[in-house]
């Protein structure tokens, strides 16, 4: 029992590890893909290169279905609405492409400041959702590594019973 319980331990490590390695995948996918671009658009310097940057960022969040739903696990947070995000993100890039090309440059400044303070957060973070680069799985993954820990302890536990046995046996 002692082989069995210690070999299934690490199995479970193994496991979390995998599972690890996937949710670390998805998110620098997401960092390069959507919020980098997303970040782009906040710093950028021009209505045209903000649009374009922008316009990438809300083209990967309809390719991947970001357009509503909440990433929270088990509440239904406002931070985490997705409808929220996304419809942000729209409008911004409506307001850059309603602004006229004969706008003055306070008009395209102002435009910009306002694009950067809604994308950003505290000057310099992307805002978005929490867990969004591992949405629509977020449940999946996080019942998945609640259940690989459970099993990870109740092997622990066997492995510790099964080690105690042994030495009662031996020593005692």
């Known amino acids: 029992m002692e082989k069995f319980a210690k070999t299934a331990m690490w199995l479970c490590i193994g496991a979390l590890a995998v599972l690890a390695t996937i949710v670390a995948a998805r998110t620098?996918?997401?960092?390069?893909?959507?919020?980098?671009?997303?970040?782009?658009a906040a710093d950028a310097n021009s209505i045209e290169l903000a649009k374009t940057e922008l316009k990438t960022a809300i083209d990967y969040a309809e390719a991947h279905e970001l357009t509503e739903g909440y990433t929270s696990v088990w509440f239904r947070v406002p931070a985490d609405n997705l409808a929220f995000w996304y419809n942000n993100m729209t409008s911004a890039y409506k307001e850059l492409c309603d602004l006229p090309t004969d706008a003055t440059p306070l008009e395209k400044t102002n435009v910009l400041m306002k694009l950067r303070e809604t994308l950003?957060?505290?000057g310099d973070i992307v805002t978005h959702p929490d867990g969004i680069s591992v949405y629509p799985y977020n449940k999946a993954y996080a019942y998945t590594a609640l259940g690989f820990f459970g099993l990870m302890i109740l092997f622990m536990?066997?492995?510790s019973y099964a080690w105690d046995i042994e030495f009662r046996r031996r020593y005692l």
């Open 28 to 40: 620098i996918t997401f960092n390069i893909e959507c919020e980098g671009h997303i970040k782009l």
């Open 120 to 122: 950003l957060d505290d």
């Open 157 to 159: 536990v066997l492995w």
